[in-house]
């Protein structure tokens, strides 16, 4: 959702229109824009499409790079990380099933500090299994080391691909990314696009160069065993080191982009917070009905307001104290689940907001959009009336968890005709 | 009272069943009793550690004995091997029973605060089963000196060694073993005092002052291990038998030998683990072996 | 392919070593033994790729072994590992971005619950994708690392820890070893051998061959295992001859898919003899011979000469199963 007009700069003092574009070109294009060495690949909707469209490219020779498809995304993210050993700026892509049949080596590539950028276009997990989105796939990730920048248009697709590979390869970083868009409503959906031209990627990204990579010369030992706890946590310490002062890079990254390109990225992202009393906190592409949300609010007189998580991790605790302080209320939306516990990203802006003086007195925790469930703009004003409602008394904090009633008369017909019976 | 044990010995020689018999002992003693090994690749040879706690009150500890009230060494050739360094943490007025042939004052001169005892566990063990089977004569040493009842221990023993698998003679002729360690020793009266440590955390900004990547870039650093303490023989060439074949330096699984520039072949004895696959295959028995050290 | 070899005898093995002393391995290993050697062959320019097993212990925090290069990936996916080195090395000189001396030889090096279970599917990929590799399975017959549980290559009638021979399940391991070699030969790969550590100058001469091949080149090195198999260590390289010796470990290659044996013995000394050392057999002899059990054995083994023979024209006299 284009926010500025619709006219961009390209950097140049030139206005330019940008084109149509699905979130998947736009991952592509970034690849194709980032020189990207190495792409081993492996299918799953609704990711299928960046692959075969980077394929396409090497192949007809508009992309210098090798692209290999593998047998498994389990073998693909081993392949991922030993290029990155071996001292080539890898990309790569997957979604759902694929993330978590990975998930063993997400830890490795990590542990190896192996930088490299992995889209990840979001879908629910099974079973059941569906093709839609949610953020269980992606927040599976969390823990691993990754640093997270999650997408809310098209445009942002292109530009944290190219802002991920800046963070990842920074010598103080040396951690791999992953850059999170959602599976049909960003992935299959053509939106306005400003590409960033070649000449000013290559300044913004300067060639890959690991301070040890695999070398005849200068042979080196990667993933060697540790035998105790220490030494261990010595490493997983400076692990997160890495991955803390991977969000001071960015911002650092994130100016040069603005001044290359025009747009202008934060760790999060405001809107209209500057009187707003209740606060939406959200990800991902559903930010955008956030937003409008927030704009019906407000024409009823509420001060509402969002705040957007843009980098999931390393969570970006400052930003979101000091958008979050002072506010009557807030809500986290979380379109993943946890069984038995609640919303993934409740827990982390709540925990973030425990010590603040003036925190906000109500912080809601909403759950919806799993599977990818359709939200209508009265289910997300409903979180805000919820928020007010709580806040101010006249109803017990409970958290939300988002099903019409024209949904839930489907369900059941479903299940009837499942089960037999009435 | 609760009393601290921690078995040292190398890979293959029963500290984990020395420290499993201990605990049974104690068990069977009526203490409340916890045993537990090192969990870690043990190889054969390899420098390996065995837990046993027991206490008359419930055991509020758990992992790694830092402080032990007795220290059982299974092989006098850990005291000076720094992965191993069987002493470290043993309390003022603790003791440390070691197999070993020395005499007792020659092991440990510099703690005149804790009782060392040592014994020629291997040599019984050979006298006594014919093999330098280790653990239930530890167990035993550590056993009498702790105060542990003879009958409960002796249980303990066969209990222990038949769920390794060990055959009925094998057991008894142990249990023998273990009633003669046993005998031969007193209990002690051990009033032990932890060694003054002083806890400094350190602040995480000064873990993660370096780079922090896991990178090995001294590749080929390995020969400061020092595998050579994992040897029970040593072996010996012979250099007016051997022809220089070059047999036995093909098959050192450890590039333990060279082939000097005269053409000879040497051993570094620094690392070579002893496995005698070099006499094994010297076609001319120009290789001989010779006991390591004076416990075996 | 080239026929001229640098090796005639075990004098000729080049001196130069690239494995450090000093390493993890137990005494008597016959892995590492294998690593040796394969490494004095490649010379000093390769990057190690490995799954976990005993070889990744091998390699621990601050010592390296090996002085050359080394990955540690995961269980199931060194294969992969191979493919993103390889292929990267391959990009980098394309574009110009580094010097063709910096360019190595790229090897797997795992055990063969890796080889043969685990980490086939990524294996099968990396052979259909004619990778340029070479594969080292130092076979120790089972799982050696987490303490002797039974893999797809674990023989008919050994004791592992995950089939221990009971009084109602006296033989053990009840499946046939799994036949890598004709599973790689089936899917192509131009080059499949055996090694025996106790062969050397067959073992040089292989690895010295399946350089002159370009794609994945798999050699499955007979790795003897005091620890896992129980016996003193200093029998290994006589216990790998005589499994040569009484046929149970074949030595062999295949070029091309061409199969030849490259040793083939006279006359066969009974399996018993290689088994009867072995604690992971004992339950074959005590308390009472299982002599169906060892029959069994000594037959599959005499079908398998009597084929072999047969396909390369050679006759080979083995002992009595009946
Ligand atoms: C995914 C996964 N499952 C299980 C393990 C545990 N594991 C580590 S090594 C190993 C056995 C390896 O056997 P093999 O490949 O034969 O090598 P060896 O230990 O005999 O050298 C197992 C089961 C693991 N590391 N990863
Ligand atoms: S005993 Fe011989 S073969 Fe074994 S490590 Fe020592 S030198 Fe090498
Ligand atoms: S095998 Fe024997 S004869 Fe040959 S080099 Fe070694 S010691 Fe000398
Ligand atoms: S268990 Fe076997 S394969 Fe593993 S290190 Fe020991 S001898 Fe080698
Ligand atoms: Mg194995």
Same mark, same amino acid.
Not at chain 1, 28 to 39: P, T
Not at chain 1, 118 to 141: F, K, M, Q, Y
């Given at each position: 959702?284009?926010?500025?007009?619709?006219?961009?700069?390209?950097?140049?003092?030139? =206005?330019?229109?940008?084109?149509?574009?699905?979130?998947?070109?736009? !991952?592509?294009? =970034?690849?194709?824009?980032?020189?990207?060495?190495?792409?081993? =690949?492996?299918?799953?909707?609704?990711?299928?499409?960046?692959?075969?469209?980077?394929?396409?490219?090497?192949?007809?020779?508009?992309?210098?790079?090798?692209?290999?498809?593998?047998?498994?995304?389990?073998?693909?993210?081993?392949?991922?990380?030993?290029?990155?050993?071996?001292? =080539?700026?890898?990309?790569?892509?997957?979604?759902?099933?694929?993330?978590?049949?990975?998930?063993?080596?997400?830890?490795?590539?990590?542990?190896?500090? !192996?930088?490299?950028?992995? %889209?990840?276009?979001?879908?629910?997990?099974?079973?059941?299994?569906?093709?839609?989105?949610?953020?269980?796939? %992606?927040?599976?990730?969390?823990?691993?080391?990754?640093?997270?920048?999650?997408?809310?248009?098209?445009?942002?697709?292109?530009?944290? %691909?190219?802002?991920?590979?800046?963070?990842?390869?920074d010598s103080r970083v040396m951690l791999p990314a992953i850059v999170n868009l959602d599976g049909f409503y960003l992935s299959f959906t053509r939106e306005r696009v400003v590409l960033p031209d070649q000449k000013g990627v290559d300044s913004f990204l300067p060639p890959y160069q690991p301070p040890h990579p695999l070398r005849a010369s200068q042979p080196v030992a990667k993933g060697t065993a540790v035998m105790e706890g220490f030494v261990y946590s010595y490493f997983k310490y400076n692990m997160h080191a890495a991955a803390v002062r991977a969000k001071k890079v960015f911002s650092e990254a994130a100016r040069d982009y603005k001044e290359l390109f025009g747009r202008d990225y934060g760790p999060v992202e405001g809107y209209r917070l500057d009187d707003a009393e209740y606060v939406i906190v959200m990800s991902n592409s559903f930010t955008t009905l956030g937003r409008q949300a927030v704009n019906r609010m407000r024409e009823r007189g509420v001060p509402a307001g969002l705040l957007k998580l843009r980098m999931v991790r390393p969570f970006p605790t400052e930003e979101v104290v000091a958008l979050l302080k002072g506010r009557k209320a807030a809500a986290v939306f979380d379109q993943n689940l946890s069984p038995g516990s609640g919303g993934i990203l409740f827990p982390e802006v709540a925990a973030s907001m425990y010590h603040v003086r003036d925190r906000p007195q109500t912080i809601l925790p909403v759950v919806g959009g799993l599977g990818g469930k359709q939200l209508t703009s009265d289910e997300m004003t409903s979180i805000f009336e919820e928020m007010i409602a709580v806040n101010s008394g006249s109803k017990p904090l409970a958290p939300m968890f988002l099903m019409r009633s024209e949904e839930m008369a489907k369900v059941k017909r479903a299940v009837a005709l499942a089960e037999g019976g009435s | 009272m609760m009393l601290r044990v921690r078995f040292h010995g190398r890979g293959g020689q029963g500290a984990k069943t020395a420290s499993r018999i201990l605990g049974d002992a104690a068990f069977n003693d009526g203490y409340y009793s916890q045993d537990f090994p090192i969990y870690g690749a043990e190889r054969r040879g390899a420098p390996v550690a065995a837990f046993t706690r027991f206490s008359d009150g419930e055991i509020t500890e758990r992992g790694f004995i830092f402080s032990p009230d007795i220290v059982g060494v299974m092989d006098d050739s850990l005291i000076d091997d720094p992965l191993a360094n069987p002493f470290a943490g043993l309390r003022k007025g603790g003791c440390a029973v070691v197999n070993t042939t020395k005499r007792s004052d020659a092991l440990l001169a510099d703690r005149k605060d804790a009782t060392i005892i040592a014994v020629d566990l291997t040599g019984m063990a050979l006298k006594m089963l014919g093999k330098a089977v280790l653990s239930s004569g530890i167990a035993a040493a550590v056993a009498r000196v702790a105060g542990i009842g003879e009958s409960q221990f002796l249980a303990a023993v066969a209990e222990e060694l038949r769920e390794v698998g060990l055959s009925e003679e094998m057991v008894r002729k142990n249990v023998e073993l273990a009633m003669a360690v046993y005998g031969q020793l007193a209990p002690l009266e051990l009033r032990t005092e932890e060694l003054p440590t002083k806890l400094e955390l350190v602040p995480l900004a000064v873990v993660v002052s370096g780079e922090g990547m896991e990178d090995v870039t001294r590749t080929g650093n390995s020969a400061v291990r020092h595998t050579g303490n994992w040897r029970t023989f040593k072996p010996v060439i012979d250099y007016e038998k051997c022809t220089d074949c070059m047999i036995c330096y093909a098959y050192c699984p450890e590039s333990a030998m060279s082939v000097r520039e005269d053409g000879r072949v040497a051993i570094d004895y620094d690392n070579c683990k002893g496995c005698m696959i070099c006499l094994t295959e010297c076609p001319l028995r120009a290789i001989s072996q010779t006991m390591e050290g004076g416990t075996r | 392919m080239s026929t001229a070899t640098r090796f005639r005898t075990l004098k000729d093995m080049p001196k130069e070593d690239y494995l450090s002393a000093g390493n993890t391995m137990c005494a008597g290993c016959g892995g590492i033994l294998a690593v040796r050697i394969f490494h004095k062959v490649l010379g000093p320019n390769v990057a190690w790729v490995n799954a976990a097993g005993c070889m990744t212990i091998a390699m621990s925090y601050p010592l390296s072994p090996l002085k050359s290069n080394w990955i540690y990936t995961a269980f199931a996916s060194a294969p992969a590992g191979a493919q993103g080195v390889r292929d990267a090395l391959d990009v980098l000189v394309a574009k110009g971005k580094l010097p063709v001396s910096e360019d190595m030889k790229v090897v797997v090096v795992t055990g063969d619950g890796a080889a043969y279970g685990i980490g086939f599917q990524s294996t099968a990929g990396a052979i259909d994708r004619h990778l340029d590799f070479y594969y080292l399975c130092y076979d120790n017959e089972a799982y050696g690392n987490t303490g002797f549980q039974m893999s797809s290559s674990t023989p008919y009638g050994s004791a592992s820890k995950t089939t221990p021979p009971t009084a109602a399940n006296p033989i053990g391991n009840t499946h046939k070893k799994m036949d890598l070699f004709e599973v790689w030969r089936a899917q192509g790969a131009p080059y499949v051998a055996t090694l025996s550590n106790s062969h050397g100058v067959d073992f040089l001469k292989k690895v010295e061959k399946g350089g002159t091949v370009k794609g994945p080149k798999l050699y499955i090195d007979f790795a003897a295992c005091p620890t896992g198999w129980g016996y003193d260590p200093k029998d290994s390289i006589e216990l790998e001859k005589l499994a040569v010796q009484t046929g149970v470990w074949p030595l062999k290659e295949a070029v091309d898919g061409v199969v030849k044996h490259t040793l083939v013995p006279r006359s066969l000394l009974p399996v018993k003899e290689y088994l009867k050392r072995q604690e992971r057999f004992s339950h074959l002899f005590e308390p009472a011979e299982m002599t169906d059990v060892i029959r069994t054995i000594q037959s599959s083994v005499n079908a398998y000469w009597a084929e072999a023979g047969a396909r390369e024209g050679f006759s080979v006299k083995v002992p009595d199963s009946a």
């Open positions: 959702m284009p926010t500025e007009g619709d006219l961009a700069d390209d950097g140049g003092g030139h =206005a330019v229109k940008g084109k149509l574009l699905t979130g998947n070109a736009a !991952a592509a294009s =970034a690849a194709r824009l980032a020189r990207v060495d190495y792409i081993p =690949a492996y299918p799953i909707t609704p990711q299928t499409e960046i692959i075969e469209t980077i394929a396409d490219w090497v192949r007809e020779g508009t992309m210098d790079a090798k692209f290999v498809q593998l047998e498994s995304e389990h073998s693909m993210m081993t392949a991922a990380g030993t290029a990155s050993l071996a001292g =080539a700026r890898v990309f790569t892509a997957t979604s759902s099933q694929g993330l978590l049949y990975a998930m063993e080596m997400l830890y490795n590539v990590s542990g190896w500090r !192996a930088p490299m950028v992995l %889209v990840n276009v979001s879908r629910a997990l099974a079973a059941p299994i569906v093709l839609e989105p949610d953020h269980n796939d %992606v927040l599976a990730a969390r823990d691993s080391g990754f640093i997270q920048l999650h997408s809310e248009t098209c445009q942002e697709v292109a530009d944290m %691909v190219l802002l991920a590979y800046r963070v990842a390869e | - | -």
